[in-house]
């Protein structure tokens, strides 16, 4: 029942899943390789004068370049590039910038050993010892200030001779037939219109409906209970480690360490600095009104009536002391 199962979801996956009815197709214009040279032996190379760390390989009669780490090699008017000496070549779209300080006539040179009416004594340089060594030359101008490149008595040619001499061989290299033929290649090639790839469009497959299995329900069968035993309680045996012996520990005395004087330092004394004497201005007198007070109204007085000098009334004098002339009479 179980394969029956199985082998019907395999089939209606078979039948839905889409299966693509035609392939992409890419258009593209294939770029021919140059043709391959045969060395008997890794080639020795020599360095070209006014430039820039330019190797160059004097043995054969096609263009071989190093610089830069790369081989380099022009063919029909484009360039192409490659870690190898001897295979890897890929093409490479525009022209290297080193190409318009190499010399044309760098062949003939080397044939006279003569660079410009200067004796030109090079120096040929394994494919081995260029791998090694060409890092180290450019980054510490090696060729260029040993005996000027190996010409005897030269003086490099200043910088705006070498310019105009970079733009006068970037015309004459434009001017080549392969490289115009190559020129014209390209422009076609951008004027041709693109190719639309046709878009395909996938078939829905109807929907199959997956048979529905039933699966026959199984009795469920009573799990006999069992039933854990309790184990008896094992008491473990106490041990009394033994009791370790106190260690008097010997007494430390702290030496007291010398009072030390601290030097005082007297703070320089700052100058008195006088203070601006504030003036206070006189606030004017303000004049405060003058308050009249109302006139109290004059009292008449008690007139007392003066006694006439001689005629003094006599004060009766007090029943219980006796008068002052009746005391000496009685004494």
């Given at each position: 029942?179980?394969?029956?199962?199985?082998?019907?979801?395999?089939?209606?996956?078979?039948?839905?899943?889409?299966?693509?009815?035609?392939?992409?197709?890419?258009?593209?214009?294939?770029?021919?390789l140059?043709?391959m040279?045969?060395?008997?032996?890794?080639?020795?190379v020599i360095?070209?004068?006014?430039?820039?760390?330019?190797?160059?390989?004097?043995?054969?009669?096609?263009?071989i370049?190093?610089?830069?780490?790369?081989?380099?090699?022009?063919?029909?008017?484009?360039?192409?590039?490659?870690?190898?000496?001897?295979?890897?070549?890929?093409?490479?779209?525009?022209?290297?910038?080193?190409?318009?300080?190499?010399?044309?006539?760098?062949?003939?040179?080397?044939?006279?050993?003569?660079w410009?009416?200067?004796?030109?004594?090079?120096?040929?340089?394994?494919?081995?010892?260029?791998?090694?060594?060409?890092?180290?030359?450019?980054s510490?101008?090696?060729?260029?200030?040993?005996?000027?490149?190996?010409?005897?008595?030269?003086?490099?040619?200043?910088?705006?001779?070498?310019?105009?001499?970079?733009?006068?061989?970037?015309?004459?290299?434009?001017?080549?037939?392969?490289?115009?033929?190559?020129?014209?290649?390209?422009?076609?090639?951008?004027?041709?219109?693109?190719?639309?790839?046709?878009?395909?469009?996938?078939?829905?497959?109807?929907?199959?409906?997956?048979?529905?299995?039933?699966?026959?329900?199984?009795?469920?069968?009573?799990?006999?209970?069992?039933?854990?035993?309790?184990?008896?309680?094992?008491?473990?045996p106490?041990?009394?480690?033994?009791?370790?012996?106190?260690?008097?520990?010997?007494?430390?005395?702290?030496?007291?360490?010398?009072?030390?004087?601290?030097?005082?330092?007297?703070?320089?004394?700052?100058?008195?600095?006088?203070?601006?004497?504030?003036?206070?201005?006189?606030?004017p007198?303000?004049?405060?009104?003058?308050?009249?007070?109302p006139?109290?109204?004059?009292?008449?007085?008690?007139?007392?009536?003066?006694?006439?000098?001689?005629?003094?009334?006599?004060?009766?004098?007090?029943?219980?002391?006796?008068?002052?002339?009746?005391?000496?009479?009685?004494?």
């Open positions: 029942m179980k394969k029956l199962f199985f082998g019907t979801i395999l089939l209606a996956l078979a039948i839905v899943l889409p299966v693509p009815a035609m392939t992409e197709v890419n258009i593209s214009i294939q770029i021919p140059p043709p040279i045969v060395f008997e032996q890794p080639p020795a360095v070209v004068p006014d430039t820039d760390d330019v190797y160059v390989v004097p043995d054969v009669d096609v263009d370049f190093f610089w830069n780490g790369w081989w380099w090699r022009p063919w029909e008017g484009r360039w192409y590039r490659s870690r190898y000496y001897n295979r890897g070549w890929a093409y490479y779209r525009n022209v290297p910038s080193f190409y318009f300080d190499v010399d044309p006539g760098w062949r003939g040179y080397y044939r006279e050993r003569n410009y009416g200067h004796r030109w004594d090079y120096e040929r340089i394994p494919e081995r010892r260029l791998q090694q060594n060409w890092q180290s030359w450019h510490s101008r090696h060729w260029e200030s040993r005996n000027t490149w190996g010409v005897q008595g030269y003086q490099p040619r200043p910088l705006p001779q070498r310019q105009e001499l970079r733009q006068q061989r970037q015309e004459q290299y434009r001017q080549r037939p392969e490289v115009q033929r190559h020129q014209e290649q390209i422009q076609e090639k951008q004027r041709q219109p693109e190719v639309r790839r046709p878009q395909v469009q996938q078939q829905r497959q109807p929907d199959v409906q997956r048979p529905q299995v039933q699966q026959s329900r199984q009795p469920e069968v009573p799990r006999p209970e069992v039933r854990q035993q309790r184990q008896p309680d094992v008491q473990r106490q041990v009394q480690q033994p009791r370790q012996p106190e260690v008097p520990r010997p007494a430390v005395r702290q030496q007291r360490q010398p009072d030390v004087q601290r030097p005082q330092v007297q703070q320089p004394r700052q100058p008195e600095v006088p203070r601006p004497e504030v003036r206070q201005q006189r606030q007198e303000v004049q405060r009104p003058q308050m009249q007070q006139r109290q109204p004059e009292v008449p007085r008690p007139q007392v009536q003066r006694q006439p000098q001689g005629e003094s009334k006599r004060q009766p004098s007090s029943p219980g002391r006796p008068e002052e002339g009746e005391a000496e009479h009685r004494r």
